[in-house]
């Protein structure tokens, strides 16, 4: 689109000669020579910049700016006014003007002037778009769900995001710890700062301190150089401290450190640095228990606990699981270039009914999967994967089977219940069962659920990395 100016001042020849020399920059130029006849077309029809002169008859400049800023707040403005006016000049700016040019004017200051506020024009509509663009995908409107649990979740998180507390993120694998923290992040103050992650089950104990907090070369075998801790990256933005019930009691001493102080003290130095950090740290373990069990250290769990943020397992709020669907399947279907789907109605009831051990990324997987593989447009109850269809196949919840269940298919289904609840771990179901192990393998051949796996339950990308 071309940029657009308009041009008001009430000397005819000065609104040709401006006209001419804009429109040979490249720019498309109208001219209004009275007040009244500019701020008519500034209603109807869009500018990017206005250069209008404060000195005219009817109506001053700063009067027309005025009246320009109640309907469109963004619009570039530059006066024109003699040296005489320069006081006048200043309370254009404090209006709002974007900037002033002196009568008599030099032709290529006013084309520097121009140039100078489109371009930073320019500037600001893009870092906005981008700005956008980044929320898009850690926008609170992507975690989608409308049950009570996930809309009290929402609201809380919105507002914390406006505060710089510490906010720790409880809830099962896959309910999406990260996905919220993310968006926590991009709606704080710090969002223009980094968004670093770490994952403290999967950094080896004797690293972690290291990536955490950085060293100084030498301080160890193998630190050839100085390196920076991930605290230090994370300076001004937040720090997304994941399963922190995995860490040692002696890191927790220097999180603590973090916390209270705000410093940190790399590896092999003796001076502590200064970081400026928000903390959200997450855990799927029950850390009250561990600070029971004296694995987790009481005073950085209320440190930590400040704010804390519930994620509700799937199988508690069976309302999102058609939302999440949807969501998926759109979402899928664009990442996989196919036309449209659907999902059927008993697909869906099947989907409600399943227990999902791995939560919103187990159906994430599932709904790829079965977009991925159908055929046609509707994905049916036969496409979605055994272990889905199987609890009804067992007859708990199947509309054929007499009211009253057998004592059998009670048991039948009790037994997959708990074979997937311990991903097909036969040693483990078996003593939650209360039965021998062999007592087992002789049931799930009976109930030919002896090739049962359990749920496919999978991580993803655990290593540390910023953002
Ligand atoms: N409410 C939701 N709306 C949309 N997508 C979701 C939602 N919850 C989770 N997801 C998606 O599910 C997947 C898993 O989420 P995430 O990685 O945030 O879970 P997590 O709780 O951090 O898991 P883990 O404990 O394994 O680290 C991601 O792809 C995420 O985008
Ligand atoms: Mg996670």
Known sequence: ???????????????????????????????????????SMLKSQSYDLVISDLNMPEMSGIDVLREARSFNEDQDFIVITAYATAETAVEAMKLGASDYIFKPFNVDDVKLTVKKILSRRRLMIENDTLKKQLQGDNSFDNF??????????????????????TVLVLGESGTGKDLISKAIHHHSP??????VTINCAAVPEQLLESELFGHKKGAFTGAVRDKEGLFKVADGGTFFLDEVGNTSLAIQVKLL???????ITPVGETKPIEVDVRLIAATNSDLEADVKAGRFRADLFYRLNVIPLHIPPLRER?????????????????????????????AIEL???????????????????????????????SDLPEKIKSPQEIGLVQ???????????????????????????????????????????????????KDFTGSDRSKRGKSAKSE
């Open 1 to 39: 689109m071309p940029t657009r100016i308009l041009v008001i001042d009430d000397e005819e020849s000065m609104c040709n000669f401006m006209e001419i020399m804009l429109t040979k920059e490249g720019y498309q130029v109208d001219s209004a020579v009275s007040a009244p006849e500019g701020l």
């Open 351 to 381: 989907l409600e009914s399943y227990h999902w051990p791995g939560n919103v990324r187990e159906l994430e997987n599932t709904i790829e999967q079965a977009v991925l593989l159908v055929r046609g447009d509707t994905i049916n109850a």
């Open 399 to 449: 509309e054929t089977q007499p009211s009253t269940p057998t004592l059998e298919s009670i048991e039948k289904a009790y037994i997959h219940y708990v074979m997937s609840q311990t991903n097909g771990k036969k040693v483990k179901a078996a003593r939650i069962l209360g039965i021998d192990t062999s007592t087992l393998y002789r049931k799930l051949d009976r109930y030919g659920l």
């Open 257 to 263: 450190r973090v916390l209270e102080n705000k410093i």
């Open 318 to 346: 069976q309302d999102d699981i058609k939302l999440l669907t949807d969501f998926f399947i759109k979402k899928f279907c664009r990442k996989l270039n196919s036309s449209p789907k659907q999902i059927s109605t008993e």
């Open 144 to 165: 989608i769900g409308a049950s009570e649990g996930v809309v009290k979740l929402k609201q809380l998180a919105r507002r914390v995001a406006a505060s710089d507390s």
């Open 190 to 195: 710090r969002c223009g700062g980094q968004f």
